[in-house]
């Protein structure tokens, strides 16, 4: 197993990902991207939701979302989150935790312009997170929008962009046998990643 030895892992933890992450990506399974992202507001209640990982680079980890939905209102209040993407077929998990911040507009438009018809349709038409009365008035807001634009793309609502999420903690996690797993966690320190192995 990779892990087993430091001297087999990137000193980067940037790099480290990509290495696995690339393995699944080249699978090419649904929702290959997918990660549990955990947010927190001000009243410390912790809530956890699947988010679709869009980019990354060395600048951090882009998703994109509605500001009002439940996450958005907790990073406004409190700007650090957890990823979490696990991959059971592999054995392996790697949690990220730092601060996030709102990506630019030409960032999120630019993705939105990416985005098929109805997931720009949905956008406009769902209010994330707040309560709705019934299905049908979804699906009746849904309709109207794409009454609205039945011959033309609607740009991107105010309302909806992305976060990136700039890390500080890597934490590197893959199965071993009898439950001895090995985990080595990368820290942000005066500027430079500090390798620790820790006991599983």
Do not use: C
């Not at 699947?50 to 990354?56: R, S």
């Not at 998703?63 to 209040?77: A, C, E, I, P, V």
């Not at 430079?192 to 006991?199: D, E, F, Q």
Request: hydrophobic content about 30%; aromatic content about 12%.
């Amino acid at each position: 197993m990779e892990l087993r030895n430091i001297s087999n892992t990137k000193k980067d933890p940037f790099n480290q990902f990509s290495l696995w992450y690339n393995i699944i990506r080249k699978e090419n399974r649904d929702n290959y991207n997918g990660l549990a992202l955990s947010t927190a507001g001000v009243d410390g209640r912790v809530s956890s939701r699947m988010v679709l990982l869009k980019k990354y680079d060395k600048k951090g980890f882009v998703f994109f979302t509605n500001y009002g939905s439940r996450k958005g209102l907790h990073l406004s209040q409190n700007p650090y989150a957890s990823m979490l993407f696990y991959w059971p077929e592999h054995g392996r998990q790697v949690r990220i935790e730092g601060r996030t911040e709102k990506v630019s507009k030409k960032e999120s438009d630019e993705y939105f312009n990416t985005r098929i018809q109805g997931h720009k349709l949905n956008a406009l038409a769902s209010d994330q997170s707040t309560e709705i009365p019934d299905r049908q008035y979804l699906l009746d807001r849904y309709n109207e929008m794409a009454s609205m634009y039945h011959d033309t793309p609607p740009t991107r609502p105010d309302h909806w962009g992305g976060y990136r999420l700039v890390p500080d903690l890597f934490e590197f996690w893959e199965e071993g046998e009898n439950r001895l797993h090995d985990r080595l966690e990368y820290r942000l320190l005066n500027g430079r990643w500090v390798i620790r192995r820790l006991a599983p």
